[in-house]
């Protein structure tokens, strides 16, 4: 059934992705209690958030952390936003210096909230999306719009289908084709023709071309450097 805002505006249902128990508990009584978000839900990674969005299930509001098990930088913030229907995504983050906010606001983010910020901080940040603002940190107006490239890294990484994506993170970790297919349980010439596929979408024509284009969508910090030599 999908979510429903309450009509003084706030929300009724929200997702919590994160994979840290003692922060979901934390956030989710402060969104319960302090916020009136009646029901809280929550996935410790983003592949479980995709599933139960293809199953059918909607919420009012999606709290997504950048740095998570099985994906980091925007790539999973891009993701999700393709599922998410009306959903505003609020990132709730550590990594809230004025690059990262700008990009997760071009990637289609309703709001960024540090990650340990007051209670109040939560309640003016969900009052102000509810209403159908952008809510950034306080004190912080929207940065300089991220540069042509970083646009354009964005804007190709949302092409990709959830499966590419995953294929091209493991790339950026410096796995190489039999160890993604052993992972993922596919043939390896099934990772080929991924690989030849996410080059194309990503308008580049080598492996480590495809990892500098994910580093400039997620600003360097969240990803590691290219493997040597491919």
Partial sequence: MAGTQQENGAFGRALVIDDHPLFCDALGLTLRNFV???QIDTADRLQSALDRLGAGEAWDVILLDLHLPDVSGLDGLVRLRRVAGAAPIVVVSSM???QVVAAAVRAGARGFVPKHSEREVFL???????????YLPDGMDLPDAPGRGTEEAIDRLAQLT?????????ICCGAMNKQIAYDLSIAETTVKAHVTSIMRKLGVQTRTQAVLLAKEASFGNMLPEPPAGR
Avoid at 124 to 132: D, H, K, L, Q
Avoid at 162 to 170: G, V
Wanted: proline share 4%; no cysteine; glycine share 12%.
């Fill in 124 to 134: 003016t940040a969900f009052r102000v999306i509810a209403a159908g603002g952008l």
């Fill in 36 to 38: 009136g978000i009646a």
């Fill in 162 to 170: 959830p499966q590419q994506a995953t294929i091209l993170h493991k």
């Fill in 96 to 98: 809230a210096d004025r």
